[in-house]
């Protein structure tokens, strides 16, 4: 099954940078440029100066965010500010954060993985990519030569064998703390014990992994990879650092992305609103007088109790909102699992049928339920829809059939951190 094994990591000195917030990014695709600028004021050495360069008039071939992030790269383990692991490693990362009013830990294990094909059902997919986002990160990789980000891989650990060796190792002292501002905090453990991290390689062997996040990265490393034709099996570019999550982690979130639909015409706002309408009732929430955020919770606080197939649909500044059925027996049964599967259901069953090719112009996703309810209520948005999270066995049962989802069905989160560990592919 998976090969998985560890690799020799580079990290921020310690010595010199001993608090990771300051030089720690989120991921390239959620970056505003906002938030770039904040990053770039942060820390002269934040990663974001290698994920996500700014950008100049003047740049050209030869000066570009990509080549200036490979200099960087280079300049910043010449000058010490990052170190590089003295033998192979893995690397144990602790997110705690808040979920509920409660606090929340969850484990990655940051590890290189051998880059597969998906057509060998070792590393599963459950979304489409495409070519914009994946051009964009092979001129990172081809400059730099590095991942400076890890992709997010899930795994089962039913029988238990993985957690307890983790948990061994998160039993001393970490080698590195940090924390974000978006209230999460980090704590990381290198595992370069030769005998434990062949348990940890072997254990692995039987694992199927599932990519949560990052396909795009996926996808370019495998580019990456045979660009100049087959590489050898041992190198560097023949793995990709994928942080590994179990799926029994009871800190592993999965949300979901609603739907949000803007710029209908008259006669595609009716269509829409007939096939909602042909959907079954499960009944109605009053979010009258209420903030975005408190209506939020009110509405979703039902979808997260259906077990069910449910939707509630928001529509300008009504002050009920919808609650819908989408088991009505329509779904396509060749598909099986996908017949269990929200987002899939709603595309195949209402959105496209509705609006057709139109779609994709009119459709735009959030993760967060108020933003979609105030949105509506300001009528910059028609209709938001807003969806319960998906079960994990179902994306567990889609996945391992073959089936990818629908763009934005799912939001793992918290979203991993980039800089905690970059993996040098030269």
Partial sequence: MADVRPFHGVRYNTDRINDLSLVICPPYDVISPSD?????????NNVVRLELGQTSPND????????????????????????????????????TFQWNGKPEARFSL?????LEPFDQGMVLPHEHTRPGPKADRLRLLQAAGANFSPVMGLYHDRVGDLSAILKQAAAKAPSATGSATDGLSYRTWVIDDPAITASITNAFAD????????????????HYRDVDGPQDAEASRSFAMIALISMDDPGLKL??????????????????????????????V??????????????????????????????GDESLVDLLSLDDGQAAADFEALDS?????????????????????LIDYTHDPAEAISQARQGVIQRAILLRPMPLDIF???????????????????????GLVINDLT
């Fill in 341 to 361: 599967c929200d987002p899939w259901v709603l595309q195949q069953n209402v959105l496209e049928p509705t609006l057709g090719t139109k779609l994709p112009g």
């Fill in 396 to 418: 567990e049962d889609v996945v391992r059939r073959g089936h990818r989802l629908p763009p934005k069905s799912t939001f793992f989160w918290p979203k991993l951190p980039t």
């Fill in 255 to 284: 949300e979901p992305y609603h739907r949000v639909l803007a710029n209908l015409n008259p006669q595609e706002e009716a269509a829409i609103d007939k096939a909602l309408a042909g959907l079954p009732s499960k009944g109605q």
């Fill in 110 to 114: 940051w590890s290189a993985v051998r």
């Fill in 286 to 315: 009053n979010i009258a007088g209420l903030s975005a955020e408190d209506a939020a919770a009110k509405v979703m606080a039902p979808l997260r109790q259906s077990e069910g197939m449910t939707i509630a649909v928001v529509r």
């Fill in 60 to 95: 050209s071939d030869d000066d570009n965010q990509y080549t200036r992030a490979a200099t960087m790269f280079q300049q910043w383990q010449q000058d010490g500010a990052l170190v590089r692991e003295g033998q192979p490693a893995y690397y144990l990362v602790e997110e």
């Fill in 36 to 44: 770039q600028e904040a990053l770039y004021k942060r820390h002269p």
């Fill in 207 to 222: 694992h199927l992994l599932y990519l949560a996040d990052g396909h795009h990265r996926y996808e370019t490393a495998l």
